[in-house]
Nanobody, 116 residues
Framework: QVQLVESGGGLVQAGGSLRLSCAASGSIFSANAMGWYRQAPGKQREMVARITRGGMTNYADSVKGRFTISRDNAKNTVYLQMNNLQPEDTAVYFC??????????WGQGTQDTVST
């Protein structure tokens, strides 16, 4: 298991872009998958994007075509490029590392706010 630290959140106008980074304290290659989740006020946490050890990706329908997840195993970092952001994307974004034999690891979250 690793410790995860997110960065890159902030305030952006609708139509703008943000790039989130998730730095791990150890090898992310040991995780089955790395993911980004988000939680808006009053809502449940939801999966935004995931990338497996082998590089396969999947996205929530609401972000397909706008968000891109990527990973740099050499830097133990996962990224989420978010384009054409909309107010409904406002949330706290969390990084996640999923394992077969261990509990998942979560970052502390980073706030993204999209204004109209």
């Amino acid at each position: 298991q690793v410790q995860l630290v997110e960065s890159g959140g902030g305030l952006v106008q609708a139509g703008g872009s943000l790039r989130l980074s998730c730095a791990a304290s150890g090898s992310i290659f040991s995780a089955n998958a790395m993911g980004w989740y988000r939680q808006a006020p009053g809502k449940q946490r939801e999966m935004v994007a995931r990338i497996t050890r082998g590089g396969m990706t999947n996205y929530a329908d609401s972000v397909k075509g706008r968000f891109t997840i990527s990973r740099d195993n050499a830097k133990n970092t996962v990224y989420l490029q978010m384009n054409n952001l909309q107010p409904e994307d406002t949330a706290v974004y969390f990084c996640n590392a999923a394992y077969t034999s261990y509990s998942p690891s979560w970052g502390q979250g980073t706030q993204d706010t999209v204004s109209t």
